[in-house]
T-cell receptor, first 114, second 114 residues
Framework: AQSVAQPEDQVNVAEGNPLTVKCTYS??????LFWYVQYPNRGLQFLLK??????LVKGSYGFEAEFNKSQTSFHLKKPSALVSDSALYFC????????????FGPGTRLSVLP | EAGVAQSPRYKIIEKRQSVAFWCNPI?????LYWYQQILGQGPKLLIQ????????DSQLPKDRFSAERLKGVDSTLKIQPAKLEDSAVYLC????????????FGPGTRLLVL
């Protein structure tokens, strides 16, 4: 069975500093990996995905994520945080080898302090 | 391009009552998903449609939940009878066949069962 862990419930960072939101996954086959962001009272918005190819994936709003197969991780990063980045971030995985559907992590709340 | 539409945005009912949610996906998107997001958790897939056929309903509590997508466009999710533990946000998402990995989410319906 596939699963996703986001070890931090909350991440606090000062505006202008780099940010990292952690994600680790477990699948039996090959993973497709995703990051979504959720602002208050709104649905999830797609940020970026890893399907195949370059391990460093660039997405919307200056975010990027690095796929690390040996560590089964897909951490979300941004070089310089903005206050407007404050939101709930979800990592998701799909085990494409077994036709499994999406499994989402529990979410990490990011607070960027001015 | 219009996004995924959902209604109502909020609903309060008493336990044992019935409730229905409506979703209109992005035009041309063949795949439609319903998710349940309980407070503090990531979304959990309830059911996936491709056109008007069910692809995956393994996590749908079929004794009380039902969903349909009769014409392959909009969809309705029903709960009858509702329980206290059904209080959650119900998210609808859609994707197109060419890029199934990227889901576009609606704003959700927040359900409170008293």
């Amino acid at each position: 069975a596939q699963s996703v862990a986001q070890p931090e419930d909350q991440v606090n960072v000062a505006e202008g500093n780099p940010l990292t939101v952690k994600c680790t996954y477990s699948v039996s086959g090959n993973p497709y990996l995703f990051w979504y962001v959720q602002y208050p009272n709104r649905g999830l918005q797609f940020l970026l995905k890893y399907i195949t190819g370059d391990n460093l994936v660039k997405g919307s709003y200056g975010f990027e994520a690095e796929f690390n197969k040996s560590q089964t991780s897909f951490h979300l990063k941004k070089p310089s945080a903005l206050v407007s980045d404050s939101a709930l971030y979800f990592c998701a995985v799909r085990d494409i080898s077994y036709g499994q559907n999406f499994v989402f992590g529990p979410g990490t709340r990011l607070s960027v302090l001015p | 391009e219009a996004g995924v539409a959902q209604s109502p945005r909020y609903k309060i009912i008493e336990k044992r009552q019935s409730v229905a949610f409506w979703c209109n996906p992005i035009s041309g998107h063949a795949t439609l998903y319903w998710y349940q997001q309980i407070l503090g958790q990531g979304p959990k897939l309830l059911i996936q449609f491709q056109n008007n056929g069910v692809v995956d309903d393994s996590q749908l509590p079929k004794d009380r939940f039902s969903a349909e997508r009769l014409k392959g466009v909009d969809s309705t999710l029903k709960i009858q009878p509702a329980k206290l533990e059904d209080s959650a946000v119900y998210l609808c998402a859609s994707s197109n066949l060419a890029e199934q990995e990227t889901q576009y989410f609606g704003p959700g319906t927040r359900l409170l069962v008293l």
